[in-house]
């Protein structure tokens, strides 16, 4: 009769490292949209979300995620914005994730003045906000 062994510790962390990198990209950020509220109010100044948002300083963010990268005919974009646009197309939760980060770094020569959200925490809930807000 032959015995069934148990994985080892080993077996059992490759198995749960390759099931994480085996997770679809494009995955949702976990984020707070009540909290990302608070965290937006840093944005509010230049930019309008919801019912009857105009372009600012910065377009509107209405139904960001998922819309094309520059794509506000109202608004005039920067030559670095519009060159960005060229080779990323659409706003997606982890490139906005990384142009929240560091605008200056993202769009090198953007109009963006903001130096951007330094924890994750912050861009994961604001990207939650804002997914919420523009419905």
Known sequence: MSTIKSPSKTTKAIIIAASLLALPTGFALAGDAEKGAKVYRKCASCHMIGDGAKNRVGPQLNNIIGREIGAIAAYKYSKAMVKYAATEKVWNEENLAAYL??????VKGGRMAFA????????????????????
């Open 101 to 106: 980060e560091s605008p200056r770094k993202v």
């Open 116 to 135: 951007g959200l330094r924890k994750e925490k912050d861009r994961n809930d604001i990207i939650a906000y804002l997914k919420q807000a523009a419905k």
